[in-house]
């Protein structure tokens, strides 16, 4: 059965809520969701709430040649699902599951657009045959196993596995699970008329079909490693963050490769990425005039230098455009010297007049107080801090609570560059009132 062919695969006309068959109009300036007509809804001008007929419009069809100008590309798509479906080699059942095309046209067709097509040519499968060639007089070692682990239901160890037996190679839920079920009333009879006969024998191959499917998806499950998927994820954590979006993109095509060839072809590309950066590192280096490693090494820590005094400079200017009251501008130059020079900065710093504490910040007229409640305007007095910085401080802590699912106090220090003291008065705040969690 050519399912590219199921007009129950393609959604409804809006119009007459029949299914669709190409070609069929998309409008082009409503949705989401997608608005489709039918040919004869769109010729008598079907409108609908925000549509219009004076709408522009796409003609939805595949009945056009993309590789060959005899093969269409929807039986293009057709020939790939049905090679998945039946197996490379499998011409006559590929042909048969086709209708449209014989043996020969679909292995002629296939090998010349698929396999020696030089656009289409792998260097994986060159990498397979040189590796197959290699081992191929080599005796397969022995080797005894452990008995496999049979977690319990519901454990820890079962839920990492998804439920997975592997004492029995099984899934305590398979993929589609209830396929058995459309067997359990049929009972073959001498006296069944042909078309019932016929009508029990296509039920029975539609279930083959599906278990099929089902040993095709554990295949996959078990050739890549996927039944664990918590060490999955960690291998792919392994990748820098460029290499992790090319596995995302290209994990789709893994069940085609195969899960050597798809690792080999990952892995090149995290060398071609290292190779590229540590290029551009050395251009960096030949661009500012360093000709050997020594000067390298000194560049880079007075790079790192740099961008740390350009870090404070930058944070000082935040606070200092926000700050009008100078006694607190002075008193905050003073406490970041005292965390420079590595003192404790907890302790109030006095005044001429003999005063331990600073009095609560005034908050009239400053920037960012009328978006505060009562509470965070009176945690600012407290610990004289403008509202423009709490406002971003705050920020700043809401989304890494949210990235990390919590936060704990340190990261909050390692978020917010100001006094220890005050990033803990605002932290113990923010807990209180519900706004962030404890990591």
């Not at 000082?316 to 900065?345: F, K």
């Not at 001429?352 to 009562?374: D, H, M, Q, V, Y």
Request: aromatic share 10%; with cysteine; proline share 5%.
């Amino acid at each position: 059965i050519d399912h590219l062919d199921d007009p129950s695969d393609k959604p409804p006309c809006r119009g007459c809520s029949s299914y669709l068959m190409e070609p069929y109009i998309k409008c082009a300036e409503c949705g989401p969701p997608p608005f489709f007509l039918c040919l004869q809804c769109f010729t008598r001008g079907f409108e609908y709430k925000k549509h219009q007929s004076d709408h522009t419009y796409e003609i939805m069809t595949s009945d056009f040649p993309v590789l060959d100008p005899s093969w269409t590309a929807q039986e293009e798509m057709a020939l790939l699902e049905a090679v998945m479906d039946c197996g490379f080699g499998n011409w006559q059942d590929v042909a048969n599951q086709m209708c449209t095309k014989t043996k020969e046209e679909c292995e002629k067709h296939y090998m010349k657009h698929f396999i020696n097509n030089p656009l289409f040519a792998s260097t994986l499968l060159n990498l397979k045959q040189a590796e197959e060639a290699k081992t191929a007089d080599t005796a397969i070692p022995f080797h005894s196993t452990d008995d496999p682990p049979r977690p319990t239901f519901d454990s820890l160890l079962s839920r990492d596995m998804a439920g997975y037996m592997p004492a029995r190679a099984d899934f305590i839920e398979e993929f589609d699970n209830y396929a058995e079920w459309d067997l359990r009333d049929i009972d073959f009879v001498e006296d069944d008329s042909d078309i019932l006969h016929a009508l029990k024998m296509a039920v029975v191959d539609i279930y083959h079909s599906r278990l099929k499917e089902r040993q095709r998806r554990k295949k996959i499950i078990r050739d890549h490693g996927l039944i664990n998927l918590r060490k999955f994820q960690l291998m792919e954590r392994r990748y820098p963050k460029e290499v992790q979006d090319l596995y995302e993109t290209m994990r789709r095509f893994a069940r085609i490769v195969g899960p050597v060839e798809h690792d080999k072809f990952i892995e090149s590309h995290a060398l071609e990425f290292e190779l590229r950066r540590e290029i551009k590192r050395l251009q960096e280096y030949r661009t500012a005039g360093i000709t050997n490693f020594c000067s390298a090494r000194t560049y880079d820590h007075l790079k790192k230098t740099r961008e740390e005094e350009r870090l404070k400079r930058t944070m000082l200017s935040e606070v200092l455009q926000y700050i009008q009251d100078s006694s607190a501008c002075q008193q905050w130059l003073r406490r970041q010297a005292d965390i420079d020079s590595g003192l404790s900065p907890s302790l109030p710093v006095a005044s001429n007049s003999g005063r331990r504490s600073a009095p609560p910040l005034n908050l009239t007229g400053l920037p960012g107080t009328e978006k505060l409640n009562e509470k965070e305007k009176e945690l600012c007095q407290m610990v004289r801090l403008v509202p423009g910085a709490y406002l971003e401080y705050k920020s700043a802590l809401l989304n890494e609570c949210n990235k990390q699912g919590g936060l704990r106090l340190a990261q909050a220090r390692a978020l917010i560059k100001i006094d220890v003291n005050k990033t803990r008065k605002i932290y113990d705040f923010l807990i209180r009132e519900g706004y962030i969690t404890k990591g």
